[in-house]
């Protein structure tokens, strides 16, 4: 769903773990990493939305995570021109998104990569909290420092101090096929 500005209606997910690492995904056949996200359907809500990207990309249900917190506005990035379909109607240019931060409440063998005849993902790590905003593409660098940065309270309600990044092993998937 496209607003009257243009911008795809969107979720994003941050899931953390009990070491309070975030699951960091590569998106398949490509060198780019990314929380899982998704857009929103109409007459969807965001949270249903967030349900159903979760379980579309990652194969969590609802008893699988436990939501933390979620960002209070709308967070909105442009994409670049050379990204931008200029044949389609309505034009799309950006997204406006809803972000949730989610606590895994499973272990990881609950995770399924496959649950569409798209997968999103062919390798994921768990990294630090200030990972991601260092890695992912720029147009969406803002955002994501603007989400985690609003949502770090939920997993951090000491005000804990956010360690920096080493690089961590990748784990890659088996791709299956349907």
Partial sequence: MIDADG???NVG???SNAEKKL???RR???????FPQGGI???ETPLEAMHRELEEEVGLTAEHVEVLGVTKNWLHYDLPERYIRQNSHPLCIGQKQRWYLLKV???FSRFCFNT???PEFDAYRWVNYSTPEQEVVYFKRRVYERALKELAPYLFPEGQKVKKSRPRKTRYL???RR
Avoid at 28 to 34: K, L, P
């Fill in 105 to 107: 409440d499973c272990n």
């Fill in 7 to 9: 911008y795809r209606l």
């Fill in 41 to 43: 359907a109409e007459n």
């Fill in 174 to 176: 088996r791709q299956h």
């Fill in 23 to 25: 699951f960091w995904g």
């Fill in 116 to 118: 569409t005849t798209t």
């Fill in 13 to 15: 997910i941050i899931l």
């Fill in 28 to 34: 398949i056949g490509q060198s780019s990493w990314q």
